[in-house]
């Protein structure tokens, strides 16, 4: 869920209550996102709901083409980073739709907010980032809250949730590739091609564990990428209208939101080893998040 600053190399704004309200908005939607798609995960296998997931985004980025609004252009120094991050992107999502089935939608929800802790980690062996001592305990604490999570009293691994942490791992990669790829290819094009992929690979195993939706299911099939389609621009406006620094703390809402989905709709109360872990992750988040957007300290003379 968490990104790396989308929106580097973009034009600065300086409007941080508008960041605020674009980011929440944004995090609620894409827990409302993992909420449906628990929720169709008890009708329909989760090759057909990424099927229609990637239908959705299909449509919506080919109307937001024809009306000026998107380029789907990708320079050809580029594809093979392009494809790389779909294929984690795409495992990312098949993996947490999968683990959703089994795991309280709270629980999912802290496992996948260690992914901007993952990503510091990889980006100092992946991309050679600079990364003090700080920031290295900081990464330390969120894993020690994930395995708060993984390991509740009876000291036994729920598979769902060892699955769903495979996701942000697979997240995390895909969020280095981001940051590889940079402002070269348009972001309508990377959400459009990892929808492409979406409908191309999960509608052609589909027919092979499908399930015929009636009305309400079909709009909630298709609501799903809608939703996440959105999302996907508000939370993009967020980082360009304030600084990292202001809005990167409320992507950690998510946990309240989740929370609340999973109580109004499945009556599941998360257990004290979730909060007590998601604490810890998400102090770790904000730490580094905070980290990142301080200056570099200047280099004494010798």
């Known amino acids: 869920m968490a990104q790396l600053n989308p929106a580097a190399g973009a034009a600065a704004e300086d409007r941080p209550l508008a960041g605020i309200v674009f980011v929440t908005a944004a995090v609620f939607a894409l827990s409302l996102q993992d909420a449906l798609a628990k929720f169709l995960g008890e009708q329909f296998a989760v090759v057909q709901i990424l099927a229609f997931r990637g ?7 080919l109307l937001a083409v024809l009306a000026g609004l ?9 594809r093979l980073l392009v494809a ?27 496992l996948l907010l260690t992914a901007p802790v993952i990503i510091t980690g990889l980006a100092a062996l992946l991309l050679g980032d ?4 700080r920031r290295w305990c900081a990464v330390a604490v969120g894993f020690a809250g994930c395995v708060v999570v993984l390991w509740p009293g009876d000291l036994q691994i729920e598979p769902g949730a060892a699955i769903i942490l495979g996701g942000a791992l697979c997240w995390s990669l895909a969020a280095i590739l981001t940051r590889r790829i940079g402002t070269a290819v348009p972001v309508t094009a990377q959400l ?5 992929a979406f409908l191309a690979v999960c509608g052609a195993a589909t027919p092979f564990d499908w399930r015929t939706p009636d009305g309400e299911g079909l709009l ?7 939703i996440g389609f959105a999302s996907q621009f508000a939370i993009l406006h967020g980082y360009r209208c ?4 202001v809005v990167a703390p409320f992507e950690y809402t998510a946990l309240l939101w989740s929370a609340l989905l999973g109580y109004l709709v499945w009556g599941e109360i998360p257990a004290s080893n979730v909060w007590i872990g998601g604490a ?7 730490y580094i998040a905070h980290r990142e957007t301080r200056p570099a300290p200047p280099v004494r003379p010798r």
């Not at 600079?130 to 001592?133: A, K, N, Q």
């Open 84 to 110: 790389l991050r779909i294929l984690f992107a795409g495992a990312a999502a098949m993996a947490l739709y999968t683990g959703l089935r089994t795991v309280p939608l709270a629980e999912a929800t802290v």
């Open 192 to 196: 459009f091609y990892l929808n492409l």
């Open 70 to 78: 998107a380029v789907l252009r990708v320079p050809r120094s580029h």
């Open 280 to 286: 810890l992750i998400v102090g770790a988040g904000v």
């Open 242 to 245: 304030a600084s990292p620094a």
């Open 220 to 226: 909630l099939l298709l609501l799903l990428g809608g």
């Open 55 to 61: 239908l959705s985004g299909v449509l919506l980025t």
């Open 130 to 133: 600079r990364v003090g001592w």
